[in-house]
């Protein structure tokens, strides 16, 4: 039996999940704090750490470990780090930093944490697919390209960052340091602040004192005038985008993933009313679907990456 | 020595390239005009007897004969065409029609020819890259990508058609059905339009009566107010479509092709100029060149396609 590691490495925590290779399965995870201080050598034993833990508890030698893929929050490229805030890494090679506390059989693989959700995903269908279009919805919004089975990382590693599309005119200026990206109009600020905006306009059910995206989308299935239009919006620039991608790519499917993707198949359904009229040719009929692995994305995509 | 074909099949002509495999270096082309009748078997039988003559004028066998590839105007997927209104083909499989009338040892491939010519342009670069998108400037405006040394052909065959991706807001009904594609701000239509419409505006040395593209941008070249504000124009929105492209794909350079490209190092300037403003992250960078293999871009891709 082999198995592999699926590592998600964040600003708060570092997820570590053990799973086994073929059939693919999760054996058991964990979820630590990501070290406060020495990031760039704590991060790596600290995960050792707990990879050794984990293969205790279950009774496995790290001669049967395959590989151990990272899942980190940032553009990497060949394993190569330039920067990543949320870590505290600068110029940091993540795979040799990894490889040199194991034993040179297991394999070391990493990648964006946006790129290996979109890898687990793919990966999660009944039939993975060849092309996919993956868009993380949450506080940011990122994405993941698949073309031919394989993550499209890109020249610099920003390959599927499309949060970033400039897709409207804004006057704001995003975290990337632009203005317009799709992020400024259906991330979880965007969301709230339309909705605040609208509630002087329309009645709502919503109590803005405490909002969440959440009230907003719940609000929105109720037909709330204000949690629907919000809705409508976020729906409306998603569909616009992709179109955009489908028209370039074809993709064979795109997923819709995160945290705000939980306000369910209302919002595909309101995406996909508004990308039929978006979309050309063809790409027309490409499906869209909700993602399954939820918070688990990170480290099912990395364990995935390292087959 | 070992030889293949490229084919360049349009609606008025025919291009017929032989070329030698390695070094890769062409023989000798002919041009032909494309058949009125019977075009789902007319087109492969004049290729083939083209082919023939190419083949006996430099003392060559079949025997030596590696591959054919065809650049055809429309999708494709997998050799097959559902509907090529240019050359009036409709549920045709390409690739069988071609191989019935060739010895089996010869591979026949096929892709749309806007895909072609950005696989020729890439393996015409001193070192090939591995992801590359390539605009093709002219009446209509198309385009290819190739991610990891390969045509992305899509779901459907729509994969690359760059220029519908929905890019700004417009009243007209492009070509596609829908509206606000960049080639209807970077078609020939729209240069010319948008030429006329600022001669109201401007003194310009440009003859609006006989107004081709190449007035328009010979008159940037010097200047002219109204040429060089309909080549910034058509630059700008190259750089916001690339640099969406950029942000999705990070791709390792863009060459900008075409007849209208024909404008020269001008219009590259310029695109950059906006580029710069537009592009996120590392993608920045990402160079920008010329077309070089011109209107032999078809049948040199092509060639290239079957190696």
């Given at each position: 039996?082999?198995?592999?590691?699926?590592?998600?490495?964040?600003?708060?925590?570092?997820?570590?999940?053990?799973?086994?290779?073929d059939p693919f399965r999760?054996?058991?995870?964990?979820?630590?704090?990501?070290?406060k201080y020495n990031h760039t050598t704590s991060i790596f034993e600290v995960t050792k750490k707990n990879m050794t833990d984990l293969l205790d508890l279950h009774h496995i030698t790290?001669?049967?470990?395959h590989g151990v893929g990272f899942a980190i929050p940032c553009p990497v490229k060949n394993g190569y780090v330039v920067k990543c805030p949320n870590l505290k890494?600068?110029?940091l090679d993540v795979i040799s930093s990894m490889r040199d506390l194991l034993e040179p059989h297991i394999k070391v693989v990493v990648s964006n944490d946006a790129n290996i959700a979109a890898y687990g995903e793919n990966y999660s269908l009944e039939v993975p697919l060849q092309n996919a279009i993956?868009?993380?919805?949450?506080?940011?919004v990122g994405g993941g390209i698949i073309i031919d089975g394989k993550i499209v990382e890109g020249r610099t590693g920003a390959g599927g960052?499309?949060?970033h599309m400039q897709i409207f005119e804004h006057d704001e200026i995003c975290g990337c340091g632009k203005s317009g990206c799709l992020e400024q109009i259906c991330g979880t600020k965007a969301i709230l602040d339309y909705a605040k905006e609208l509630s002087h306009e329309y009645e709502s059910s919503i109590d803005f004192k405490h909002i969440t995206v959440k009230d907003v989308f719940d609000a929105a299935k109720k037909n709330d005038p204000v949690g629907f239009r919000v809705l409508d919006r976020v729906a409306k620039y998603i569909a616009?985008?992709?179109?955009?991608?489908?028209?370039?790519?074809?993709?064979?499917?795109?997923?819709?993933g995160g945290g705000i993707a939980k306000a369910g198949q209302i919002l595909i359904d309101q995406i996909l009313k508004h990308y039929r009229v978006f979309a050309r040719f063809g790409t027309v009929d490409i499906p869209f679907v909700l993602a399954k692995t939820g918070n688990d994305a990170g480290i099912i995509g990395a364990a995935k990456y390292t087959i």
């Amino acid at each position: 039996m082999k198995y592999s590691f699926g590592i998600d490495v964040g600003g708060t925590n570092i997820k570590i999940g053990l799973f086994e290779v073929d059939p693919f399965r999760l054996v058991d995870k964990r979820e630590v704090s990501t070290p406060k201080y020495n990031h760039t050598t704590s991060i790596f034993e600290v995960t050792k750490k707990n990879m050794t833990d984990l293969l205790d508890l279950h009774h496995i030698t790290y001669n049967d470990v395959h590989g151990v893929g990272f899942a980190i929050p940032c553009p990497v490229k060949n394993g190569y780090v330039v920067k990543c805030p949320n870590l505290k890494w600068e110029s940091l090679d993540v795979i040799s930093s990894m490889r040199d506390l194991l034993e040179p059989h297991i394999k070391v693989v990493v990648s964006n944490d946006a790129n290996i959700a979109a890898y687990g995903e793919n990966y999660s269908l009944e039939v993975p697919l060849q092309n996919a279009i993956f868009y993380t919805l949450g506080t940011g919004v990122g994405g993941g390209i698949i073309i031919d089975g394989k993550i499209v990382e890109g020249r610099t590693g920003a390959g599927g960052e499309i949060g970033h599309m400039q897709i409207f005119e804004h006057d704001e200026i995003c975290g990337c340091g632009k203005s317009g990206c799709l992020e400024q109009i259906c991330g979880t600020k965007a969301i709230l602040d339309y909705a605040k905006e609208l509630s002087h306009e329309y009645e709502s059910s919503i109590d803005f004192k405490h909002i969440t995206v959440k009230d907003v989308f719940d609000a929105a299935k109720k037909n709330d005038p204000v949690g629907f239009r919000v809705l409508d919006r976020v729906a409306k620039y998603i569909a616009l985008s992709a179109s955009i991608l489908s028209v370039s790519l074809d993709p064979d499917i795109i997923i819709i993933g995160g945290g705000i993707a939980k306000a369910g198949q209302i919002l595909i359904d309101q995406i996909l009313k508004h990308y039929r009229v978006f979309a050309r040719f063809g790409t027309v009929d490409i499906p869209f679907v909700l993602a399954k692995t939820g918070n688990d994305a990170g480290i099912i995509g990395a364990a995935k990456y390292t087959i």
